[in-house]
């Protein structure tokens, strides 16, 4: 999941090496799905997941399972990616982060302050789905509905109310984030690329002073234990969802198949649900642990706002096309016009 996420872990080759012989069909008449993700154990994102595989291979009988390497084991998201197009997994639950190393286009619906409610990004993302579902199809997987991670907010040791404080911090920067790299150039923010399993450690260290995450992701990952301030203002939605090889959806009888598309569009649903509570709930977390939110001033709001619209136009060509913007902007207006307060 966002742009998901998303326990820090050590990622061992002899490791890996086993969770992939543990991942073979356990036997000869059984399908396996090896599906990866940062969501780490217990995460609301894993709850609501190892649901919908119970309900897989309940309903199957026990014929079809699908296992998740939660936590990192396989890596980080581009590992998730490399490792689908050589065979060795068959899918990953991943953030847009994962999904733009498919279709890069895709993150226009991740355009920091593009959306004023989740209302709002609902409707304009629901409507444009199917179109990323052809592109991803195209290339080779298939794009379940679309799953969460949530507002986006700055993380930080040191109180932030003006552009001048965030930019005097070092800020974590997810080394394969092309879309939030170009917001950190146009504002003049010190970005270190690191990888999600690498955030928690930096912070630790001192490495980096400040990252930016979901409340129900920086709570998953512990980022907020090493924090002391939050912005109030949301930098933009962070979407998410799980991709599965064309090839290994190929593999499976029409009935699996199905069985498979029918569970994870009930259960895509009922993650957003899931994830918007529990980032509700991790905000009064993060405060009883001495996490202050910050109010941010309307000045560093506007300036925000008018650098993060210039990167809109300046990110075209690059991330997604004239068009895909288009898309988005005439999606917004139309929600806009039908719920004029």
């Known amino acids: 999941m966002t742009g998901i996420a998303l326990r820090s872990t050590k990622v061992l080759g002899i490791c890996a090496a086993l969770a992939l012989a543990a991942a073979r069909p356990a036997h000869a ?9 940062l969501a780490p154990s217990g995460s609301p994102w894993m709850e609501v997941l190892d649901k919908g595989a119970a309900e897989v ?24 990616v490399r490792k689908i197009k050589l065979g060795q997994l068959d899918g990953a639950a991943v953030t847009a982060v994962g999904l733009a190393m498919i279709d890069e286009s895709i993150r226009v619906l991740e355009l920091p302050m593009m959306f004023e409610s989740v209302e709002e990004l609902d409707y304009v993302a629901d409507k444009l789905w199917p179109y990323f579902q052809k592109k991803f199809e195209k290339k080779g997987f298939k794009l379940n509905d679309r799953g969460e ?6 993380l930080s040791k ?11 911090q070092k800020l974590w920067l997810w080394g394969d984030d092309q879309l939030v790299s170009a917001v950190f150039k146009k504002l003049n923010l010190n970005g270190v690329p690191l990888g999600v399993p690498e955030v928690d450690a930096a912070l630790t260290s001192g490495k980096i002073d400040g990252a930016y995450n979901s409340p129900v992701g920086a709570v998953a990952l512990q980022w907020y234990t090493k924090v002391k301030f939050m912005t109030s203002m949301p930098m933009s939605f962070a979407i998410g969802a799980t991709v599965v090889s064309i090839d290994a959806m190929k593999k499976l009888s029409p009935e699996d198949a199905k069985l498979v598309e029918d569970v994870s569009r009930a259960y895509a649903k009922k993650l957003r649900k899931a994830i918007r509570k529990a980032n509700d709930d991790a905000k009064g977390t993060m405060s009883r642990k001495g996490v202050e939110v910050v109010p941010t001033p309307p000045a560093m709001v506007d300036e925000f706002t008018k650098q993060a619209t210039e990167v809109w136009e300046g990110l075209v060509g690059k991330i997604y096309s004239k068009d895909e913007l288009k898309m988005v902007l005439d999606a917004r207006a139309e929600y806009r016009a039908k719920h004029k307060k």
């Open 29 to 37: 008449d059984g399908t396996q799905l090896r599906i990866a993700t």
């Open 57 to 80: 291979k309940d309903k199957s009988a026990g014929h079809l399972v699908l296992k998740y390497f939660e936590g990192g084991q396989q890596g980080d998201e581009r590992d998730f």
């Open 149 to 154: 991670v949530g507002w986006v907010y700055f």
């Open 158 to 168: 040191a109180k932030v109310e003006k552009l001048d404080q965030l930019r005097g």
